[in-house]
């Protein structure tokens, strides 16, 4: 059974940094779309960024381009989140998500295997 655990979420100061890891268990293959989604308070969860792991692509929206990196760590199988230069507007509960797809995108509706969340608050 496919089980994602995040981790490393808090609360800073706008300007600070942040870095969310999403562990993966019970698969191990590479071709997969890791994706991280985020929901703020009283809004629909929406896509941040994804990666297809087997070939390392990686996509970002338009809010967190050049200010959030998607990576991987295949000897941990773990997947990550650096965000840097953090603003108000980005907390939100950080999810990420997992489906065995070649087509990676972000829609919520592709993605078979979620994490339980972690929160990110940026404070003024």
């Known amino acids: 059974q496919v089980q994602l655990v995040e981790s490393g979420g808090g609360s800073v100061q706008a300007g600070g940094s942040l870095k969310l890891s999403c562990a993966i268990y019970g698969y191990a293959e590479s071709r997969v779309c890791m994706a991280w989604f985020r929901q703020p308070p009283g809004k629909e969860r929406e896509g941040v960024a994804f990666?297809?792991?087997?070939?390392?692509?990686?996509y970002y929206v338009d809010s967190v381009k050049g200010r959030f990196t998607i990576s991987r760590d295949n000897a941990k199988n773990t997947v990550y989140l650096q965000m840097n230069s953090l603003k108000p507007e980005d907390t939100a509960m950080y999810y990420c998500?997992?489906?065995?797809?070649?087509?990676?995108?972000?829609?919520?509706?592709?993605?078979?295997?979620w994490g339980q969340g972690t929160q990110v608050t940026v404070s003024s």
């Open positions: 998500a997992a489906n065995f797809r070649t087509d990676c995108r972000l829609d919520v509706p592709d993605y078979t295997y």
């Open positions: 990666m297809y792991t087997r070939a390392g692509s990686t």
